[in-house]
């Protein structure tokens, strides 16, 4: 940590520093629009050659325009275009072997267009056969006249002070790629589904999974007739590992005909029901029950929850019998949030809906 005492004093104070900072995002964010009005007809063929490639996107380049070739290559892979990054110098030293010529599409994002390890690749490129795509400011450079396409984004101004840093043109070529990415997805007809199978992890990936990969399958829960008493099936029940809240009752052909929560057992012990303890738990369980359909996304059960404001969701079949349950614990961190305060108080921070947390939802039926 830099201790204030020894801090040299800044040459900007902080409204200045505020407003060089808006005057960088505001010169960045014109030039994207400048960019995209100058975009024509030369786009839609470099989406159409991604589109139509048969092997793998190749995406090349050096320096703060190579790292946004990175990220470029991986946004095609996240929505459906086969990507592969490539450093222009490990090509000249053996991984031009990674390029199939018939097959592969190479895009080369160089600002100049005269960086000097992606003008020394271009000839082998060439001798290759492979397809090229030039991304760069001048058509009229080393790299815009070698490439078999050219995306010309025209002169744009740097944000650095000195006029040298990468920072308008990496942010242009970074908007652009995101727009070529997303148009040939969409060219694919991409979906949540699609989307959904690439990202298998984290939050991302739940959200957009189904609800048989985040339930508790039917062996880890609490399933009964209803036909038998409270007392028996409290008695009975023994299940592996943490238990949910609740009980998923079937008839006697095994359909889901309702659902009995621990905090109903303590309704009856607090009402001094104790009667109801040797009579039927169909008598005393919430009958019909919110469900929802094996097969169904994760995030579609989670927003119903939200809305039932329930902390157990039994998974049914198409036959209406139990698959699993889903528990609130095992979702709360995907749960809808709710929106930002505007009494002044944390603003800009958004909290789950505090009725939707946890220990809010104990004791909340069920009920259709």
Not at 120 to 127: G, H, I, N, T, V
Not at 151 to 174: K, N, R
Not at 261 to 289: K, Q
Request: charged share 25%; aromatic share 4%; with cysteine.
């Amino acid at each position: 940590m830099i201790n204030e005492s020894t801090r040299g004093n800044s040459p900007l104070s902080p409204v200045d520093q505020l407003q060089f900072a808006r005057e960088i995002l505001q010169l960045e964010s014109e030039t994207i629009a400048l960019v995209a009005n100058r975009l024509d007809g030369t786009f839609c063929r470099a989406a159409d050659c991604i589109y139509r490639c048969k092997g793998s996107v190749i995406v090349t380049g050096i320096g703060k325009a190579g790292q946004i070739g990175q990220k470029f290559s991986a946004s095609l892979a996240s929505t459906g275009t086969r990507s592969h990054w490539l450093h222009p110098t490990d090509a000249l030293h053996g991984d031009l072997g990674r390029i199939h010529p018939q097959d592969d599409v190479v895009v080369i994002l160089s600002q100049s267009g005269e960086t000097e390890e992606v003008v020394r690749l271009l000839p082998w490129l060439k001798a290759l056969g492979t397809f090229t795509i030039a991304i760069t400011s001048d058509d009229q450079s080393t790299l815009g006249k070698a490439a078999d396409l050219t995306l010309a984004l025209g002169p744009m101004p740097e944000a650095c002070p000195l006029g040298l840093a990468p920072t308008t043109s990496t942010t242009v070529m970074l908007a652009v790629g995101d727009a070529l990415a997303l148009v040939v997805s969409r060219m694919r007809g991409f979906t949540r589904e699609d989307f959904a199978r690439l990202h298998p992890a984290g939050s991302l990936g739940r959200r957009l999974s189904r609800v048989d990969q985040a339930m508790r399958p039917l062996e880890k829960c609490r399933v009964a007739r209803d036909c038998r008493t409270v007392r028996e099936v409290f008695v009975g029940l023994r299940v592996p590992g943490r238990r949910t809240g609740a009980i998923m009752l079937v008839d006697v052909d095994g359909r889901l005909s309702g659902i009995f929560t621990d905090s109903d057992l303590a309704r009856l012990f607090e009402r001094r029901r104790d009667s109801d303890l040797d009579g039927p738990i169909r008598n005393v369980m919430t009958p019909r029950p919110v469900t929802v359909a094996s097969g169904s996304l994760l995030v579609e059960a989670v927003a119903l929850m939200a809305q039932r404001k329930i902390s157990e969701l039994p998974v049914v079949d198409d036959q209406g019998r139990p698959k699993g349950l889903l528990d609130i614990t095992d979702v709360v961190g995907i749960l809808p949030k709710s929106p930002e305060p505007n009494d002044g108080k944390a603003a800009g921070t958004a909290a789950v809906d505090e009725s939707l947390s946890p220990t809010s939802l104990e004791g909340k039926r069920n009920a259709a």
